[in-house]
């Protein structure tokens, strides 16, 4: 055998181990053995090859492959540790395989495990093609209906989503063999997962003509230990070895999540083309500008967003998939490449409605009909151009609503907020927003991400992160942004501090004072059920619609009609009384109610135009503002768009570690993408939540 050949060896393990896959389970419970290959007394061998088993077959075979240079069955033993104890063991068998009598053994297994495949029938759904296997799957796999009612399987036709152009997929199109293959190989996994028990399981199905993918994900019934994680990650990397060795297979993904030390969710996915079946495929043009690897891309995926239809008014649309390129006016105007090999398409797992999406949808600003929406967004990165470098797919990331080339001055000073290259009409850029370069908006079912490795936040643990998916999914923009606009107005501990508005930057901005150790923090709007929001963690209010004077309200708190920091989450849309615009209101408000040598965080909009202002003036934002009162008084304040990236981090370490709790001060609330249109309604009639939209059903709320 040559030297540093792959030496595949089979063995089969004595009885104890047991014959039937739940025995077998429990016998090595929970953890595979590790096995060392050591050389007999009689040879001359003197290393040692160690290995784990990327293959368990139901019958007590485990295969092995390892690193070896002359080895036969004569000459080694089999040294397995079992429960952390090592022991010398014979097996009953030992068969060491190479090429062909290799591919004839997996080709073996398929046969000894798999279900024949019927086919798909005329008139038949893939969804109902792959439902029947996965209940034929179960009842061989000796789970009756008793289990399935344990595990409460929600497979009704809905939870099988079709992206692509049909339901019903032409029979004679349906590539049934590899199909068949790949779900088999996950229910190999589901099997020895749900053999720990599960509280409920779902399954969806991503099918196209090019494309198949069948994702399973539910909850355990209890968090399993760290020796049974290790096991089942060891079984996962077994499926993904086979089907990596398969040549039918192209493509092949096969992803296994399973909860950390206090979760009990898990996630199955396997996914693959099917467009190479007995086919020969083209060769590219230009290998030399290969674009990136893709094996997570939807093929024929469908992309919906919500886009504005006029004031007042959004709709969820399709839209084109998203590709690896940058806006065309940036390009042009930049002198940058269109193609954006530094960027990743993310299948977006959350995106929030943001109060300052409200003010286009209102016809506030300049937002031109079809602009799609959306700047606040987590995703799951399903493409990565190939100069990424630090950002793979399977990444679950938070995106700074700011788009930063990571290059610039400004970007190397910190202040991602104004970057210098993504906005050829100002500095500064954001997903979905009016006059702010072009991208496009991140509700929607996917999203391209620029220069990926310097924007986006990876969560450090998939599982946590999803657990936390609600709190997570507002450090994008409205956490970053409520905590900057107290860090900056110099708040700290034993601070009296006044945030006006109660809307959902309010509420983030009165929590962040409260992270930083805040004595009093007052929370003033015209709202009483946004006030009741704010008074549930903890907060003062103060109505400012009621005739008393807002000093004295501040008085009747704090003892003095003044505060240490005061916040306008408000922006040019303040008003007096409802429906009564006056849009320096706020800044004024703030500037009489914060003592002398107090500091002002001004996160609230101020757009460069509105156009829907009473106010000739205000169409243009010049706001009668009471300088001379701030100048007089020596205040402090600082303006602009929120450099998330300078929080980020540290907040997504406080929600991991349930220090900060946003999603419960702000209300948050998770609708579907579908959802949208009535939830921008909603949400300008003043209801007191955060809308988060889910488009991809990764939420379990």
Same mark, same amino acid.
């Given at each position: 055998?040559?030297?540093?050949?792959?030496?595949?060896?089979?063995?089969?393990?004595?009885?104890?181990?047991?014959?039937?896959?739940?025995?077998?389970?429990?016998?090595?419970?929970?953890?595979?053995?590790?096995? !060392?290959?050591?050389?007999?007394?009689?040879?001359?061998?003197?290393?040692?090859?160690?290995?784990?088993?990327?293959?368990?077959? %139901?019958?007590?075979?485990?295969?092995?492959?390892?690193?070896?240079?002359?080895?036969?069955?004569?000459?080694?033993?089999?040294?397995?540790?079992? *429960?952390?104890?090592?022991?010398?063991?014979?097996?009953?068998? #030992?068969?060491?395989?190479?090429?062909? *009598?290799?591919?004839?053994?997996?080709?073996?297994?398929?046969?000894?495990?798999?279900?024949?495949?019927?086919?798909?029938?005329?008139?038949?759904?893939?969804?109902?093609?792959?439902?029947?296997?996965?209940?034929?799957?179960?009842?061989?796999?000796?789970?009756?209906? *008793?289990?399935?009612?344990?595990?409460?399987?929600?497979?009704?036709?809905?939870?099988?989503?079709?992206?692509?152009?049909?339901?019903?997929?032409?029979?004679?199109?349906? @590539? @049934?063999?590899? /199909?068949?293959?790949?779900?088999?190989?996950?229910?190999?996994?589901?099997?020895?997962?749900?053999?720990?028990?599960?509280?409920?399981?779902?399954?969806?199905?991503?099918?196209?003509?090019?494309?198949?993918?069948?994702?399973?994900?539910?909850?355990?019934?209890? %968090?399993?230990?760290?020796?049974?994680?290790?096991?089942?990650?060891?079984?996962?990397?077994?499926?993904?070895?086979?089907?990596?060795?398969?040549?039918?297979?192209? +493509?092949?993904?096969?992803?296994?999540?399973?909860?950390?030390?206090?979760?009990?969710?898990?996630?199955?996915?396997?996914?693959?083309?099917?467009?190479?079946?007995?086919?020969?495929?083209? %060769?590219?043009?230009?290998?030399?500008?290969?674009?990136?690897?893709?094996?997570?891309?939807? +093929?024929?995926?469908?992309?919906?967003?919500?886009?504005?239809?006029?004031?007042?008014?959004?709709?969820?649309?399709?839209?084109?998939?998203?590709?690896?390129?940058?806006?065309?006016?940036?390009?042009?105007?930049?002198?940058?490449?269109?193609?954006?090999?530094?960027?990743?398409?993310?299948?977006?797992?959350?995106?929030? #409605?943001?109060?300052?999406?409200?003010?286009?949808?209102?016809?506030?600003?300049?937002?031109?009909?079809?602009?799609?929406?959306?700047?606040?967004?987590?995703?799951?990165? =399903?493409?990565?151009?190939?100069? =990424?470098?630090?950002?793979?797919?399977?990444?679950?990331?938070?995106?700074?609503?700011?788009?930063?080339?990571?290059?610039?001055?400004?970007?190397?000073?910190?202040?991602?907020? #104004?970057?210098?290259?993504?906005?050829?009409?100002?500095?500064?850029? !954001?997903?979905?927003?009016?006059?702010?370069?072009?991208?496009?908006?991140?509700?929607?079912?996917?999203?391209?991400?620029?220069?990926?490795?310097?924007?986006?936040?990876?969560?450090?643990?998939?599982?946590?992160?999803?657990?936390?998916?609600?709190?997570?999914?507002?450090?994008?923009?409205?956490?970053?942004?409520?905590?900057? @606009?107290?860090?900056?107005?110099?708040?700290?501990?034993?601070?009296?501090?006044?945030?006006?508005?109660?809307?959902?930057?309010?509420?983030?901005?009165?929590?962040?004072?409260?992270?930083?150790?805040?004595?009093?923090?007052?929370v003033g709007d015209l709202s009483e059920e946004k006030l009741a929001q704010a008074r549930s963690f903890g907060c003062e209010t103060i109505n400012v619609g009621e005739e008393a004077p807002i000093e004295e309200q501040i008085a009747d708190i704090v003892g003095e009609p003044e505060v240490d920091?005061?916040?306008?989450?408000?922006?040019?849309?303040?008003?007096?009384?409802?429906?009564?615009?006056?849009?320096?209101? =706020?800044?004024?408000? /703030?500037?009489?109610?914060?003592?002398?040598?107090?500091?002002?965080?001004?996160?609230?909009?101020?757009?460069?135009?509105?156009?829907?202002?009473? *106010?000739? +003036?205000?169409?243009?934002?010049?706001?009668? /503002?009471?300088?001379?009162?701030?100048?007089?008084?020596?205040?402090?304040?600082?303006?602009?768009?929120?450099?998330?990236?300078?929080?980020?981090?540290?907040?997504?370490?406080? /929600?991991?570690?349930?220090?900060?709790?946003?999603?419960?001060?702000?209300?948050?609330?998770?609708?579907?993408?579908?959802?949208?249109?009535?939830?921008?309604?909603?949400?300008?009639?003043?209801?007191?939540?955060?809308?988060?939209?889910?488009?991809?059903?990764?939420?379990?709320?």
């Open positions: 055998m040559p030297q540093g050949w792959p030496l595949r060896v089979a063995v089969r393990l004595k009885s104890e181990v047991g014959a039937s896959p739940k025995d077998a389970v429990v016998a090595v419970e929970p953890a595979p053995p590790v096995v !060392t290959l050591k050389p007999s007394e009689m040879t001359e061998e003197t290393e040692e090859f160690r290995a784990e088993p990327y293959k368990r077959r %139901p019958d007590g075979y485990f295969l092995f492959e390892i690193l070896a240079e002359r080895l036969s069955p004569g000459s080694f033993e089999l040294l397995l540790k079992v *429960d952390e104890e090592e022991q010398f063991q014979l097996p009953e068998e #030992i068969w060491i395989l190479e090429g062909e *009598d290799y591919q004839a053994l997996i080709d073996e297994i398929a046969d000894e495990q798999f279900l024949p495949s019927p086919g798909l029938t005329e008139g038949e759904t893939a969804a109902e093609y792959v439902k029947s296997l996965i209940y034929a799957r179960l009842r061989e796999d000796g789970f009756g209906e *008793d289990d399935r009612g344990r595990f409460e399987f929600r497979m009704d036709p809905a939870s099988f989503r079709m992206h692509s152009p049909g339901d019903v997929m032409p029979y004679e199109g349906f @590539s @049934s063999n590899p /199909i068949h293959w790949t779900t088999n190989k996950l229910l190999d996994q589901f099997r020895e997962l749900a053999l720990y028990g599960a509280e409920y399981v779902s399954w969806d199905l991503y099918h196209s003509p090019e494309f198949y993918a069948l994702r399973c994900h539910g909850k355990l019934l209890e %968090p399993l230990s760290e020796r049974a994680s290790a096991y089942l990650e060891a079984l996962a990397n077994s499926q993904r070895a086979m089907l990596l060795r398969s040549g039918d297979i192209q +493509d092949p993904v096969f992803l296994q999540a399973i909860g950390g030390p206090d979760s009990r969710l898990f996630d199955l996915e396997v996914s693959h083309r099917i467009d190479n079946f007995a086919v020969e495929r083209e %060769p590219e043009e230009d290998p030399a500008h290969k674009r990136a690897e893709r094996p997570y891309k939807r +093929d024929g995926a469908v992309n919906k967003a919500a886009v504005y239809k006029g004031p007042g008014e959004v709709a969820v649309e399709e839209i084109e998939y998203p590709k690896l390129e940058v806006p065309e006016e940036v390009a042009s105007a930049m002198g940058m490449s269109k193609e954006a090999p530094h960027g990743v398409i993310l299948e977006v797992v959350s995106s929030g #409605i943001c109060s300052s999406d409200q003010h286009m949808v209102r016809g506030q600003t300049t937002t031109p009909i079809g602009q799609t929406l959306g700047h606040e967004v987590t995703g799951m990165v =399903v493409e990565k151009g190939n100069d =990424v470098q630090f950002i793979d797919v399977g990444d679950i990331c938070s995106v700074p609503f700011n788009i930063a080339c990571g290059r610039c001055r400004n970007c190397n000073e910190g202040k991602t907020d #104004i970057c210098l290259n993504v906005n050829p009409a100002r500095a500064g850029a !954001t997903y979905g927003y009016a006059d702010m370069g072009g991208w496009t908006g991140g509700q929607a079912n996917y999203v391209m991400v620029p220069f990926a490795d310097f924007n986006l936040l990876k969560f450090p643990d998939r599982d946590q992160a999803l657990e936390k998916v609600v709190d997570l999914a507002l450090l994008s923009d409205i956490l970053p942004t409520g905590y900057h @606009s107290v860090y900056t107005a110099g708040v700290t501990t034993g601070s009296t501090v006044y945030v006006a508005g109660a809307g959902s930057v309010g509420l983030a901005a009165a929590h962040s004072a409260q992270l930083l150790g805040a004595a009093v923090v007052i920091s005061a916040v306008d989450a408000v922006g040019f849309e303040a008003s007096a009384r409802p429906g009564e615009e006056a849009s320096a209101l =706020v800044l004024n408000q /703030i500037q009489t109610t914060t003592r002398s040598g107090g500091r002002l965080g001004i996160p609230g909009l101020y757009a460069t135009g509105d156009p829907g202002a009473a *106010d000739p +003036d205000a169409r243009e934002e010049t706001l009668k /503002i009471r300088f001379g009162l701030g100048w007089a008084k020596s205040h402090a304040f600082l303006t602009g768009q929120c450099p998330v990236k300078k929080y980020n981090r540290g907040l997504m370490m406080s /929600i991991l570690h349930d220090k900060a709790h946003i999603a419960d001060a702000v209300n948050a609330k998770v609708i579907t993408l579908e959802e949208a249109p009535q939830a921008y309604k909603d949400f300008d009639n003043g209801a007191a939540r955060k809308y988060v939209i889910d488009p991809n059903g990764y939420i379990n709320a």
